[in-house]
């Protein structure tokens, strides 16, 4: 144990130097530029139509791995860029073309960076790599996800079902005071902005016309948009630097929070820019949970928070929607009451009868915040993981106990002979089923006396609404997921990784693709 304490305190000192030795390359390099120009030269570079590796339509397996680089890490670099800037915003007029080398070099500077083990994970060798590599894929796969399937599932979750559904709260009122307009027209100008930008520095000009038919958009609502999601320099530094939001050390300005997760919009002057395309879509999903989660908020205690029962409710019923998609011969089984009279249970949010074997679905809504991912302690997680996927599999436990014991009202199951526990999460972290999670999962479960017959599988809704489009009668949920978790390295997969490794074509989600589609029919109906 000493000779790897040892080693890991060499590997830490030599990490921080040469650290601090490309930091120092990249500082340089980075304030050559007017800031203004910059940021400009990396919203152009990572604009989709704009670069020549462009990932929608790569010329080669080079250029796609490029394009893939500049999209994940450009961000990273226009926010080390505001914290290291010289602060000087004149422009320089250098030439896309000239600065693209220089650029490149910044890139792959800051993928050398980010290669190396933070010191802030060293501090733990025994979760060191492991920790290291679920920080480093939930900051660069979220934003791999299909824009598309992005904004329809945030007009299902936040306008469509809270519209059709009793629930003891007003989304819509409240979305409205948050941001000073309606979720639709959040929607329209979302896509209004995305189709007329092109990476360059735009005004509120730009947003002329839409006062008129069909849209009907006032400016004063345009101007309400843009403050709620835009940072001038000097704010996005404060809130870079807050040491509630991050953490400390050289890896900080890579590894910690970003402003650009919740403001996407660089303003200044009336002018604004976006530099990942990507984080602004984005801004239609998870930071509008967490604002509506804030704006509900009475009090510290997150458990008496009147949006989170009810937004648990809406994304049950989201699942529900998707499911009606699944076309394998199974039998669909949304929740339902169970027990005496007297004492009344739960069954699990939604399950799927396949003859003798049923699969078990637990839904859950936030597993990680940002913070969570971003400084990665095995204590937090465990925390956090207790109160979502761990209570998730304890209640499937507890149901089949209830089947196994007869419990009224479970009649129909005494012929299942293979249970299959199944949680299925609201936000995109990743590598839930990996080695390092399962192990903290696994170790809790243990400690209650629970032990599955068939091994767990965690399933983000974004690999979800995959599986869900392959089910047909030759290939069912229950075959993949008995594939799945019958083999070792198949079962700490992520999913999308797995069925690549079949061989299997992921294809676009019906219910996502038909939701885009009538919402651009309605928008020219109006049009006309």
Not at 342 to 359: A, G, M, P, V
Not at 482 to 501: G, T
Request: glycine fraction near 4%; include cysteine; hydrophobic fraction near 40%.
């Amino acid at each position: 144990m000493h000779d790897i304490d040892e080693k890991i305190r060499n590997i830490s000192r030599e990490r921080d130097k040469e650290v601090r030795r490309l930091l120092e390359r990249l500082r340089t390099n980075v304030r050559k530029f007017p800031l203004n120009e910059f940021l400009y030269l990396l919203a152009s570079f990572n604009w989709p139509g704009n670069n020549s590796f462009n990932l929608l339509n790569p010329t080669s397996e080079k250029k796609y791995q490029k394009g893939l680089l500049y999209y994940i890490y450009l961000p990273a670099l226009a926010k080390y860029a505001i914290l290291n800037s010289n602060d000087y915003v004149g422009e320089s007029n250098k030439s896309i073309k000239k600065a693209l080398p220089e650029v490149d070099e910044m890139v792959y500077l800051v993928n050398e960076i980010k290669d190396w083990i933070p010191s802030h994970l060293l501090k733990n060798p025994k979760f060191a790599i492991d920790a290291y590599l679920f920080q480093l894929k939930n900051q660069q796969f979220p934003f791999q996800e299909d824009p598309n399937n992005i904004l329809s599932r945030s007009l299902f979750l936040f306008r469509d079902i809270p519209e059709h559904t009793n629930y003891d709260i007003d989304l819509s009122k409240a979305f409205h005071e948050i941001y000073g307009i309606s979720l639709h027209r959040f929607w329209v100008l979302t896509l209004n902005l995305m189709m007329k930008y092109n990476g360059a520095w735009l005004s509120n000009q730009n947003f002329m016309g839409l006062d008129e038919a069909p849209l009907f958009i006032k400016y004063d609502e345009v101007t309400h948009y843009l403050n709620k999601i835009s940072l001038n320099y000097y704010t996005f530094k404060e809130r870079a630097k807050n040491p509630a939001l991050s953490f400390q050390g050289n890896s900080n300005q890579f590894y910690g929070y970003s402003p650009f997760d919740s403001h996407p919009i660089i303003f200044r002057n009336n002018e604004f820019l976006i530099i990942s395309p990507h984080h602004f879509i984005r801004r239609m999903y998870l930071p509008i949970y967490f604002d509506l989660l804030k704006y509900f908020q009475i009090g510290t205690d997150f458990r008496t928070n009147p949006f989170s029962s009810s937004f648990g409710k809406i994304f049950q019923a989201y699942v529900g929607k998707q499911l009606e998609y699944i076309k394998d011969g199974s039998e669909i089984l949304p929740e339902f009451k169970f027990g005496t009279k007297k004492e009344q249970r739960d069954f699990t949010d939604w399950s799927l009868l396949y003859e003798n074997n049923l699969i078990l679905i637990e839904v859950k809504k936030n597993i990680l915040p940002q913070d969570a991912r971003f400084v990665v302690d095995p204590d937090v997680l465990k925390e956090k993981l207790n109160n979502s996927i761990i209570y998730g599999l304890k209640q499937c436990h507890n149901i089949i106990k209830h089947i196994e014991n007869k419990t009224d009202g479970l009649e129909r199951f005494k012929n299942i002979k293979m249970f299959f526990p199944v949680i299925v999460t609201f936000d995109d972290t990743y590598l839930l089923n990996s080695f390092f999670i399962r192990k903290i999962i696994d170790d809790e479960l243990e400690n209650n006396n629970i032990k599955f017959v068939n091994k767990w599988q965690v399933l983000t809704i974004r690999e979800f609404e995959q599986v869900i489009s392959l089910c047909n009668s030759s290939q069912t949920f229950l075959s993949l997921l008995k594939r799945k978790i019958s083999s070792p390295e198949y079962l700490h997969m992520e999913w999308d990784s797995f069925l690549r490794n079949l061989g299997i074509e992921i294809k676009r989600n019906e219910l996502l693709e038909k939701k885009i589609e009538n919402e651009f029919e309605e928008a020219n109906k109006k049009a006309q």
